[in-house]
């Protein structure tokens, strides 16, 4: 199993200032983020369990996966989430060269805006890197082009297939605070850990008086 803190160290977020990583309030606030999506029946499935405890999210879209289910995407929006960039192939900032890592941003965003104008007008202004792999310069040109960099506060670490569903749910009751940002994934790879994390994680924390909230 890779190394990865679930509880993300208070020095890295010191570091990287410029992003977000959780946002203080006083209202028991958290903010539920789907990464990789929208995939078939997974993200309805998500959107489904969501709707239960009428709670909204951000999802992270992946644009490949965008143009190749768009009326996931729209269900996505229909349902009043917001949506964010996760560039358009899935690629890691580290092992990309700036100038491919901003055109890959761009397809990706080409591919929100398109269908997101369709439904409500807006514009995304919200993008997470690939596995949190993002690099000084890559980050400062996205910046410029008025776009939060969403990172998180508490990894579900549900794509991790060595660790069981209820190691995942743990990850996350035991690490979440007012104004927690939590990464979970709508993708095939997670939704065993998934399946079993989420519908319990909401009920826990609807019955501790936590209000979900979509990032804007």
Not at 57 to 70: D, L, S, Y
Not at 95 to 106: A, G, Q, W
Not at 166 to 193: M, Q, R, T, Y
């Amino acid at each position: 199993m890779s190394f990865y803190w679930i509880k993300t160290n208070a020095f890295i977020k010191k570091i990287f200032s410029n992003h977000v990583w959780a946002i203080s309030n006083t209202e028991n606030k958290i903010y539920l983020t789907f990464d990789d999506g929208p995939i078939p029946e997974i993200t309805e499935w998500v959107l489904e369990e969501l709707k239960k405890h009428n709670a909204k999210a951000t999802f992270f879209c992946i644009g490949h996966n965008i143009e190749k289910h768009p009326e996931i995407f729209k269900k996505v929006i229909n349902d009043a989430h917001s949506v964010g960039n996760h560039t358009f192939n899935h690629l890691n900032g580290w092992k990309t060269s700036t100038k491919e890592y901003l055109e890959n941003f761009k397809l990706c965003e080409d591919s929100i805006s398109n269908l997101q104008s369709k439904i409500y007008n807006l514009k995304s202004k919200l993008f997470r890197p690939p596995y949190g792999k993002i690099k000084f310069s890559q980050s400062k040109k996205l910046r410029k082009l008025g776009y939060k960099i969403i990172m998180w506060d508490v990894l579900s670490a549900d794509y991790d297939t060595a660790i069981s569903p209820e190691k995942c749910l743990e990850n996350v009751l035991k690490n979440v605070s007012s104004g927690s940002i939590i990464v979970f994934h709508d993708s095939v790879k997670a939704f065993p850990n998934l399946e079993y994390t989420l519908p319990r994680a909401l009920k826990y924390w609807q019955e501790k008086g936590f209000v979900f909230e979509k990032l804007d």
